[in-house]
Protein backbone atom coordinates (compact mmCIF):
# COMPACT_ATOMS: atom_id res chain seq x y z
CA UNK A 1 0.00 0.00 0.00
CA UNK A 2 0.88 3.45 -0.42
CA UNK A 3 0.28 6.67 2.09
CA UNK A 4 -2.40 8.96 -0.33
CA UNK A 5 -2.65 11.83 2.26
CA UNK A 6 -1.63 12.77 6.27
CA UNK A 7 -3.72 14.31 8.53
CA UNK A 8 -3.40 15.48 12.50
CA UNK A 9 -6.59 17.10 14.53
CA UNK A 10 -4.92 19.01 17.44
CA UNK A 11 -8.39 19.38 19.07
CA UNK A 12 -10.31 16.64 19.77
CA UNK A 13 -13.37 16.79 17.44
CA UNK A 14 -12.18 19.54 15.35
CA UNK A 15 -10.85 20.27 12.02
CA UNK A 16 -8.29 17.67 10.52
CA UNK A 17 -5.07 19.30 9.32
CA UNK A 18 -3.74 18.18 6.20
CA UNK A 19 0.32 17.72 6.77
CA UNK A 20 3.17 17.17 4.62
CA UNK A 21 5.04 14.37 6.55
CA UNK A 22 5.09 12.69 9.49
CA UNK A 23 8.22 11.93 11.82
CA UNK A 24 6.96 8.69 13.84
CA UNK A 25 8.42 8.25 17.24
CA UNK A 26 9.09 4.70 19.00
CA UNK A 27 6.33 3.89 21.31
CA UNK A 28 5.00 7.29 20.41
CA UNK A 29 1.83 9.01 19.15
CA UNK A 30 0.88 10.56 15.21
CA UNK A 31 2.97 13.53 15.86
CA UNK A 32 0.60 16.87 16.80
CA UNK A 33 -2.48 14.74 17.61
CA UNK A 34 -5.36 15.37 19.78
CA UNK A 35 -3.15 17.56 21.92
CA UNK A 36 -6.22 18.94 23.09
CA UNK A 37 -9.51 18.42 24.49
CA UNK A 38 -12.62 20.73 25.50
CA UNK A 39 -14.78 19.34 28.00
CA UNK A 40 -18.35 19.65 27.85
CA UNK A 41 -18.51 20.78 31.83
CA UNK A 42 -16.54 18.77 34.75
CA UNK A 43 -14.83 15.83 33.07
CA UNK A 44 -12.84 14.64 35.47
CA UNK A 45 -9.65 14.67 33.91
CA UNK A 46 -6.48 14.75 35.61
CA UNK A 47 -3.16 16.17 33.57
CA UNK A 48 -1.03 15.04 35.99
CA UNK A 49 -2.73 11.57 36.28
CA UNK A 50 -4.06 11.09 32.98
CA UNK A 51 -6.47 8.41 32.47
CA UNK A 52 -8.19 7.30 29.57
CA UNK A 53 -12.04 9.13 29.79
CA UNK A 54 -15.05 8.67 27.45
CA UNK A 55 -15.44 10.69 24.90
CA UNK A 56 -18.78 12.11 25.66
CA UNK A 57 -17.36 13.96 28.24
CA UNK A 58 -15.97 16.39 25.67
CA UNK A 59 -16.86 18.19 22.66
CA UNK A 60 -16.73 15.64 19.95
CA UNK A 61 -18.94 15.26 16.84
CA UNK A 62 -20.75 12.14 18.01
CA UNK A 63 -23.45 14.52 19.56
CA UNK A 64 -21.90 17.60 18.56
CA UNK A 65 -22.26 18.06 14.61
CA UNK A 66 -22.02 21.55 14.68
CA UNK A 67 -18.57 21.66 15.18
CA UNK A 68 -18.45 20.36 11.71
CA UNK A 69 -19.36 24.06 10.62
CA UNK A 70 -15.98 25.55 12.44
CA UNK A 71 -12.72 25.54 10.42
CA UNK A 72 -9.81 25.42 12.89
CA UNK A 73 -6.07 25.36 12.93
CA UNK A 74 -3.52 24.88 15.20
CA UNK A 75 -0.43 27.62 15.34
CA UNK A 76 2.40 25.33 16.72
CA UNK A 77 4.65 28.14 17.05
CA UNK A 78 2.39 30.50 18.30
CA UNK A 79 0.44 27.53 20.58
CA UNK A 80 -2.86 29.64 19.15
CA UNK A 81 -6.16 28.41 18.21
CA UNK A 82 -7.45 29.83 15.22
CA UNK A 83 -11.37 29.39 14.38
CA UNK A 84 -13.05 30.53 11.42
CA UNK A 85 -16.70 30.71 11.00
CA UNK A 86 -18.52 31.64 7.49
CA UNK A 87 -15.12 32.29 6.10
CA UNK A 88 -13.73 34.64 8.69
CA UNK A 89 -11.75 34.39 11.66
CA UNK A 90 -13.73 34.85 14.54
CA UNK A 91 -11.02 33.62 17.10
CA UNK A 92 -7.59 33.22 17.74
CA UNK A 93 -6.23 31.89 21.09
CA UNK A 94 -3.18 31.51 22.58
CA UNK A 95 -3.51 28.09 24.31
CA UNK A 96 -0.55 28.51 26.72
CA UNK A 97 -2.39 31.43 28.36
CA UNK A 98 -5.35 32.45 30.80
CA UNK A 99 -6.99 35.14 28.51
CA UNK A 100 -6.20 32.72 25.77
CA UNK A 101 -8.43 29.50 27.48
CA UNK A 102 -11.03 32.19 28.89
CA UNK A 103 -11.92 33.58 25.20
CA UNK A 104 -12.52 29.86 23.75
CA UNK A 105 -14.55 29.01 26.39
CA UNK A 106 -16.31 32.32 26.10
CA UNK A 107 -16.21 31.70 21.78
CA UNK A 108 -18.29 28.08 22.73
CA UNK A 109 -20.53 28.72 25.09
CA UNK A 110 -21.57 31.67 22.87
CA UNK A 111 -21.36 29.23 19.62
CA UNK A 112 -23.46 26.26 20.92
CA UNK A 113 -25.02 27.21 24.23
CA UNK A 114 -27.64 24.84 23.96
CA UNK A 115 -25.61 21.86 23.42
CA UNK A 116 -23.29 22.45 26.68
CA UNK A 117 -23.58 20.42 30.27
CA UNK A 118 -21.26 22.95 31.70
CA UNK A 119 -17.99 25.20 31.25
CA UNK A 120 -16.21 24.00 27.80
CA UNK A 121 -12.67 24.51 29.42
CA UNK A 122 -9.75 23.24 27.49
CA UNK A 123 -7.84 20.66 28.38
CA UNK A 124 -4.32 19.96 27.34
CA UNK A 125 -2.59 16.21 27.44
CA UNK A 126 0.68 15.83 29.09
CA UNK A 127 3.69 14.43 27.22
CA UNK A 128 2.67 10.22 27.37
CA UNK A 129 -1.11 11.17 26.58
CA UNK A 130 -3.39 11.85 24.08
CA UNK A 131 -7.08 12.55 23.73
CA UNK A 132 -7.76 9.01 21.87
CA UNK A 133 -11.41 7.78 21.47
CA UNK A 134 -9.47 3.95 22.11
CA UNK A 135 -6.93 3.46 24.78
CA UNK A 136 -4.63 1.88 22.77
CA UNK A 137 -5.20 4.39 19.58
CA UNK A 138 -1.89 5.86 19.13
CA UNK A 139 -2.29 6.49 15.23
CA UNK A 140 -4.90 5.35 12.64
CA UNK A 141 -4.50 3.65 8.92
CA UNK A 142 -8.02 4.56 6.83
CA UNK A 143 -8.12 2.37 3.55
CA UNK A 144 -9.89 4.64 0.64
CA UNK A 145 -10.30 1.53 -0.74
CA UNK A 146 -12.72 0.66 1.75
CA UNK A 147 -14.50 3.78 2.10
CA UNK A 148 -14.89 4.11 -1.73
CA UNK A 149 -16.75 0.67 -1.43
CA UNK A 150 -18.88 1.83 1.10
CA UNK A 151 -19.87 4.94 -0.95
CA UNK A 152 -20.43 3.01 -3.73
CA UNK A 153 -22.95 0.36 -1.53
CA UNK A 154 -24.59 3.77 -0.52
CA UNK A 155 -24.72 5.09 -3.82
CA UNK A 156 -22.84 8.54 -2.88
CA UNK A 157 -18.94 9.54 -2.99
CA UNK A 158 -17.96 9.26 0.85
CA UNK A 159 -15.50 11.87 2.43
CA UNK A 160 -12.92 9.98 3.81
CA UNK A 161 -11.93 12.68 6.43
CA UNK A 162 -15.36 11.16 7.88
CA UNK A 163 -13.28 8.92 9.82
CA UNK A 164 -10.93 11.43 10.66
CA UNK A 165 -8.12 8.75 10.17
CA UNK A 166 -4.09 10.15 10.49
CA UNK A 167 -2.62 8.43 7.34
CA UNK A 168 -5.05 7.42 4.29
CA UNK A 169 -3.26 4.74 2.53
CA UNK A 170 -4.41 3.10 -1.66
CA UNK A 171 -3.06 0.32 -3.35
CA UNK A 172 -4.58 -2.08 -0.83
CA UNK A 173 -8.15 -4.15 -1.83
CA UNK A 174 -11.34 -2.94 -0.51
CA UNK A 175 -11.35 -4.05 3.23
CA UNK A 176 -8.00 -6.26 3.45
CA UNK A 177 -6.47 -3.94 6.27
CA UNK A 178 -9.04 -5.77 8.50
CA UNK A 179 -7.02 -9.05 8.17
CA UNK A 180 -4.04 -7.06 9.19
CA UNK A 181 -4.42 -7.26 13.02
CA UNK A 182 -1.58 -8.71 14.68
CA UNK A 183 0.96 -8.08 11.26
CA UNK A 184 3.66 -5.44 11.36
CA UNK A 185 3.98 -3.01 8.88
CA UNK A 186 7.47 -1.53 7.58
CA UNK A 187 8.93 1.63 5.86
CA UNK A 188 12.34 2.07 4.19
CA UNK A 189 12.79 4.77 6.62
CA UNK A 190 12.96 2.12 8.83
CA UNK A 191 9.54 2.64 10.04
CA UNK A 192 7.77 -0.42 11.50
CA UNK A 193 4.23 -0.51 12.94
CA UNK A 194 2.08 -3.53 14.66
CA UNK A 195 -1.66 -3.31 13.57
CA UNK A 196 -2.98 -3.81 17.04
CA UNK A 197 -7.03 -3.47 16.70
CA UNK A 198 -9.96 -2.74 14.16
CA UNK A 199 -11.50 0.92 14.75
CA UNK A 200 -15.52 0.33 15.82
CA UNK A 201 -17.27 3.57 14.05
CA UNK A 202 -19.79 5.46 15.59
CA UNK A 203 -22.05 8.03 15.31
CA UNK A 204 -19.51 11.10 14.75
CA UNK A 205 -19.00 9.39 10.56
CA UNK A 206 -23.08 10.07 10.25
CA UNK A 207 -21.67 14.05 10.21
CA UNK A 208 -20.33 15.36 6.87
CA UNK A 209 -17.32 17.04 7.91
CA UNK A 210 -17.69 19.98 5.24
CA UNK A 211 -21.28 20.82 5.98
CA UNK A 212 -21.68 19.62 9.46
CA UNK A 213 -25.09 17.95 8.66
CA UNK A 214 -25.54 14.44 9.27
CA UNK A 215 -26.94 12.92 6.77
CA UNK A 216 -25.68 9.35 6.41
CA UNK A 217 -25.52 6.54 8.75
CA UNK A 218 -22.55 4.52 8.55
CA UNK A 219 -22.34 2.50 11.70
CA UNK A 220 -25.70 1.10 10.52
CA UNK A 221 -24.47 0.67 6.85
CA UNK A 222 -21.92 -1.07 7.75
CA UNK A 223 -23.37 -3.60 9.68
CA UNK A 224 -26.00 -4.01 7.04
CA UNK A 225 -23.38 -4.42 4.03
CA UNK A 226 -20.43 -6.13 5.96
CA UNK A 227 -22.02 -7.52 9.01
CA UNK A 228 -19.50 -5.55 11.39
CA UNK A 229 -18.94 -1.48 12.23
CA UNK A 230 -15.53 -1.10 11.38
CA UNK A 231 -14.01 1.04 9.05
CA UNK A 232 -10.12 1.57 9.47
CA UNK A 233 -7.09 0.27 12.12
CA UNK A 234 -5.22 1.55 15.05
CA UNK A 235 -1.96 0.97 15.10
CA UNK A 236 1.48 1.16 17.04
CA UNK A 237 5.04 2.44 16.20
CA UNK A 238 7.75 -0.35 16.96
CA UNK A 239 10.62 1.38 15.34
CA UNK A 240 10.83 5.43 14.10
CA UNK A 241 10.62 6.93 10.34
CA UNK A 242 8.86 9.17 8.46
CA UNK A 243 5.77 9.23 6.28
CA UNK A 244 5.10 10.70 3.41
CA UNK A 245 2.96 11.12 0.63
CA UNK A 246 3.66 8.03 -1.62
CA UNK A 247 5.37 6.29 0.98
CA UNK A 248 5.39 2.42 0.51
CA UNK A 249 4.26 0.51 3.33
CA UNK A 250 5.09 -3.11 2.88
CA UNK A 251 2.92 -6.13 5.24
CA UNK A 252 5.02 -8.76 7.00
CA UNK A 253 4.49 -11.34 9.65
CA UNK A 254 5.36 -10.05 12.96
CA UNK A 255 9.14 -10.47 13.70
CA UNK A 256 9.60 -12.98 16.39
CA UNK A 257 13.14 -14.15 18.42
CA UNK A 258 14.33 -17.54 18.30
CA UNK A 259 15.75 -18.50 21.88
CA UNK A 260 18.38 -20.92 21.55
CA UNK A 261 19.77 -20.91 25.14
CA UNK A 262 23.28 -21.31 26.02
CA UNK A 263 25.50 -24.46 25.18
Request: charged share 25%; aromatic share 6%.
Amino acid sequence: MRVASLYRYPVKGLSPEPVQSASLSTGGFFPGDRLFAIENGPSGFDPAAPVHQPKIKYLMLMRNESLARLQTRYDDEGRALVIRQDGRETLRADMTTEDGRAALTAFFERFMPDELRGKPQLLTAPQSYRFMDSRSGYMSIINLASVADLGNHLGTRLDPLRFRGNVMVEGLAAWAENDLVGQELSTASGLRLRVIKRIERCAATNVDPQTGARDLQIPKALMKTYGHVDCGIYCEILSSGTLTAGTHIEIRAPQTTLDLGVA
